[in-house]
């Protein structure tokens, strides 16, 4: 076995013959499906750096498919030996399934069928500038440098800087009784920049981060570029000490203007959530939640106004959740789910399409080596408008900006949500007046999106992702991709803080 | 001793044996004043997932993850590693690992923060359980489910973790458990949510929880009720508790750094503008509990840190980077410095007669996705979900239809509290992420004179 620490495993070791050699041939469809990490996370809190720590994560999950059955059995055990382990237990779960296992387009109908395809092709994750360009010194003299910018202040109490680096591999090794082969092989590398200040006086404490984790995306080192990590530092400090002496939001009815880092959260939980098939078909009921999408709305049912266009797009250079194929080898391409405000298409992959009878797009994902594929978010965009953010501002009588999700709330058929933001601008007579504090504001998704009164243009469209979405039983959190413009939302119920 | 319980013993003993041999290996390779610690987190674990009492997914995991700290005086670098169970290849894995600690640790300074126990102190702690056999589960769970909508997941093997140190300390963990988190669904939204987990399979305990689930399904068919938004008479049962209870831990309501820092929902108890009301007394019980006794710098948990007395302020949970970054002992508190095994002390509400203390009001079975709305106030928002009925005068009415709450737990937990049930049920939490919890709360229900729900 080689050292999986130094270099990744597919460069140095025959693991894609490995695994295809374990793998049953007599079975209707067998899969492999390895994961390999490596993962450095480096943090500088108030200028001391905190335990560097390091992260490999190697294992493979074994799929078999056969006469109706479905097992799985994952094992972190990759020799020949573990690895028979594996599709022997694989193996004896599809034998257990068989006859028991979720039905077709309607309860009755036969089991699902394994994927039709072998898939083969490769990914590679953009990267302009290797992360070896900036050795392990650099990285921490960095972060030093903006730790020692958020701390200026004594009212700010906490603050800290962060830097984690994940590369990860990924091969997806299929054969079955057809005699076909097929071999998908991803290579990823993400990096995740972050900082927060946090000021307090009295009972008031404010905090206001680099994007709330929602700046990240797949390369190099440009990534901390791209999102300005290295100019960031004071504007944060800034802002929370704005915050303590900043009036808490006003409530009542008026517009919003949400900033691309809080339309992050508005996509994700109104949007994606509510149209993964899975859980229209009710997988995740005992769980994550069903949805008030229901099958007959796609193709028909308004759910936008005119302005709004979502695309699954898992195509967009850099972004979070951008691959080739899915974790069950379904080639990815971008789709669009609501155009001009009608309801399209839904999330789902190979299986839910086969269960439900929908279109869907390529999203079977999987957190790791250890948990099977389910239906995931993976890039899913609003696109750009037309109005300039000046415009937008100009447009509002009474209304309030917000930037920055912090808290997220929303009832488990996806539709009356709760938000809250660090840092929000009153908008009065169309211009910003100020800051506020504590802004938030709530809904229903059914309603909210027919609101949407106006879209930003290029200026301010920001490719960022969310990197912890919870779903599934086997619980498995994953990083998702979102990149919007500002949006502008009328008559919208908000709320500020306790006085 | 049954062949199974046997079974689980004979695993427990070969891996602690393997762990302690790696380590024993690896501390043969430290230099100079070099110090070690390791932690082992591991799993062998069948899971089913259902819909429609059918399978959706089944299958096995099998992982161990191996964490090592690397010490040199006051310089330290971390990393871990999935264990194969080969040997060879594991002390070839743990030597790359050491090696590229080694190598990052010459560029970091010392830190000033480094605390780890120095006086071993070993435990050995192996909970067996009379568990079925995945597929024989499987039959009983779908005999059960027969003619209902059944949604959910079993979760069946056993956890284990370990903590070993160049310095001699040995502490093992390892519990044999099943858990199987479950619905029936009537409609909609409208479900009966369920939990049987523990230790030993029981059939007659099992029957019993399937009953309950039944009736409550009978009271989700009545014609549902829509509730205006506004000010309600409340009880929380111990599951909606735990939703509340859950959040205000998870974001440093029992924690030192967060207090230090002033980043805890008790910002106002810290400043002496509120209390909770004293019928509350809140305690981490690692002994009632069934999570390990100790932590991952080698500190065994004492049996219980008394959290909150009376309402009142009483002590945090310390991690040990917290205990030298503030001047205070550690209580070995893991880095998060939540609780891994809550308990809230009874009350007085008989828990058979909580229709009836209730009156006429909100029963809610389940709260889901509670987040802030105003931190530093801690005022909490969520939604009721599965079992929440409007109760007449001690009698279920309806089932009522998805609520948004937006309070604040100094009112939910403070003068709105009129009082606890007599008893606190045992909750097991099923969460699996990256790796199944051993995470447990004893709570009771809290009646409530009134509760703001906004939506």
């Known amino acids: 076995m080689t050292d999986l620490l130094s270099a990744p495993l597919f460069d140095t070791a025959p693991i894609a013959e490995r695994l295809r050699n374990a793998l049953p041939t007599d079975v209707d469809y067998a899969s492999a499906r390895l994961f390999d990490e ?10 001391n750096l905190e335990p560097i720590f390091n992260e490999f ?65 490769t990914y590679t994750s953009p990267v302009e500038v290797g992360w070896d360009s900036m050795p392990l010194d650099d990285r921490l003299e960095l972060l030093h440098q903006q730790s020692r910018l958020l701390g200026i202040d004594d009212r700010i109490v906490d603050w800290a800087a962060r830097l984690t680096r994940r590369s ?107 149209l993964e098939l899975d859980r229209i078909l009710g997988d995740e009921r005992n769980y994550a939640g069903t949805s008030f999408v229901t099958p007959d709305m796609f193709g028909s049912f308004r759910y936008g106004s005119d302005l ?8 967009v250079p850099g972004q979070l959740a951008s691959y080739g194929f899915d974790d069950d080898g379904s080639p990815a391409t971008k789709q669009h789910l609501i155009e001009s405000g009608i309801l399209q298409r839904g999330l789902g992959g190979a299986v839910s399409q086969q269960r439900s009878g929908l279109q869907g797009v390529s999203n079977s994902r999987a957190a790791s080596w250890n948990r099977p594929p389910i239906d995931r978010m993976a890039n899913l965009n609003v696109e750009p408008g037309d109005s300039t953010i000046e415009e937008l501002v100009a447009s509002i009588e009474d209304g309030v900006y917000m930037h920055t999700n912090n808290s997220w709330s929303i009832d488990d058929s996806r539709n009356k949500f709760q938000f809250n933001c660090e840092y929000g601008q009153r908008i009065e007579n169309g211009e910003v007046v100020g800051a506020v504090r504590n802004p938030g504001y709530r809904g229903i998704s059914r309603n909210f999106w027919t609101n949407l009164t106006g879209v930003a243009d290029t200026d301010s469209f920001t490719v960022m992702g969310t990197p912890n979405c919870g779903k599934g039983e086997l619980n498995q959190m994953i990083g998702t991709g979102h990149a919007s413009p500002a949006c502008k939302f009328s008559d919208i119920e908000v709320f500020g803080g306790e006085s | 001793m049954s062949s199974i319980t046997a079974t689980q013993a004979s695993a427990s003993t070969e891996r602690q044996a393997y762990f302690d041999e790696l380590v024993t290996s690896a501390t043969a390779t430290l230099q100079g004043d070099e110090v070690l ?24 995991v099998d992982q161990q993850k191996l964490s090592v700290d690397l010490i040199e005086g006051q310089r330290h670098v971390g990393g871990t590693i999935n264990l194969t169970g080969d040997r060879s290849m594991d002390d070839a894995r743990v030597t790359a690992l050491l090696t590229t600690l080694r190598d990052q640790r010459r560029l970091v300074p010392e830190d000033p923060y480094l605390l780890y126990n120095t006086e071993p102190s070993s435990t050995n702690n192996v909970k067996t359980g009379d568990i079925p056999t995945p597929d024989a589960a499987l039959a009983d769970i779908r005999t059960a489910g027969q003619g209902k909508d059944l949604v959910g997941i079993y979760a069946s093997g ?14 093992w963990f390892q519990s044999s458990t099943f858990n199987l988190d479950w619905c029936f669904y009537l409609q909609a939204d409208k479900a009966a949510k369920n939990l049987y987990a523990g230790f030993d399979w029981n059939d007659d305990a099992f029957a019993s929880k399937i009953d309950w689930s039944s009736q409550q399904l009978t009271a989700l068919a009545r014609d549902p009720k829509v509730l205006d938004p506004g000010d309600y008479r409340t009880y929380l049962a111990p599951r909606a508790m735990e939703e509340v209870m859950s959040l205000l831990s998870y974001y440093g309501a029992f924690g030192r750094r967060a207090h230090e820092t002033k980043q805890t929902p008790f910002l106002k108890m810290l400043a002496g503008d509120a209390t909770l009301s004293e019928k509350v007394s809140i305690s981490e019980n690692t002994a009632g ?19 909150i007395v009376d309402g009142k302020l009483n002590d945090t949970l310390v991690s040990p980077r917290s205990a030298q970054e503030y001047g205070v002992a550690t209580n070995g508190a893991h880095g998060g410095e939540y609780p891994e095994s809550m308990a809230i002390a009874p009350g007085t509400i008989p828990t058979s007669g909580v229709a009836e203390a209730l009156d006429t009001g909100l029963f809610v079975g389940n709260l889901w996705y509670t987040n802030f709305s105003d ?13 929440t009925f409007w109760i007449d005068s001690g009698e279920i009415v309806a089932p009522v239809s998805v609520l948004r709450f937006d309070d604040t737990a100094f009112n939910m937990l403070g003068d709105r509290l009129e009082g606890l049930t007599d008893t606190a049920e045992v909750l097991l939490d099923p969460s699996t992420y990256m790796e199944r919890s051993t995470a447990s709360a004893r709570l009771p229900g809290a009646l409530l004179s009134d509760m703001r729900f906004v939506l």
């Open chain 1, 38 to 47: 490596r993962s450095e996370h480096l943090s500088v809190r108030q200028n």
């Open chain 1, 57 to 121: 994560d190697t294992g493979a999950m074994i799929s078999i498919w056969n006469d109706g059955g479905l097992g799985y059995a994952a094992t972190a055990d990759l020799s020949s030996a573990g690895l028979a382990k594996a599709v022997e237990r694989a193996r004896h779960w599809a034998g257990v399934t068989a006859g028991h296992m979720v039905g077709g387009q309607s309860q009755g109908a036969a089991a699902i069928a394994p994927p039709p395809h072998h898939p083969t092709g």
């Open chain 1, 168 to 274: 990860v591999d990924t091969l997806l090794v299929t054969t079955g009784k057809d005699g076909e082969r097929g071999e998908v092989q991803q290579r990823f590398e993400f990096v995740y920049p972050g900082m927060r200040a946090t000021a307090n006086e009295g009972v008031n404490t404010q905090t206001r981060t680099f994007g709330a984790n929602a700046f990240r995306g797949q390369g190099g080192a440009e990534v901390l570029g791209r999102y300005g990590f290295g100019d960031a530092a004071s504007r944060i400090a800034d802002e929370a000490l704005e915050l303590l002496t900043a009036p808490n939001c006003p409530s009542g009815v008026m517009d919003i203007l949400l900033a691309p880092d809080q339309m992050v959260l508005q996509i994700h939980e109104s949007i994606g959530h509510p």
């Open chain 1, 308 to 315: 709004l266009n979502v695309t699954f797009d898992p195509t």
């Open chain 2, 37 to 60: 610690l390791a932690n082992l987190a591991g799993e062998a674990t069948d899971f089913i997932r259902l819909n429609n009492n059918d399978v959706r997914q089944a299958g096995s």
């Open chain 2, 158 to 171: 056993d956890t284990f973790h370990g903590f070993a140190n160049s310095l001699g300390q040995r502490n």
């Open chain 2, 289 to 307: 509990g069934v999570a390990p006794n100790f932590q991952s710098s080698g500190f065994i948990r004492p049996d219980a840190v008394q959290l």
């Open chain 2, 375 to 387: 931190l530093s106030a801690c005022r909490t928002t969520g939604m009721t979900r599965f079992a």
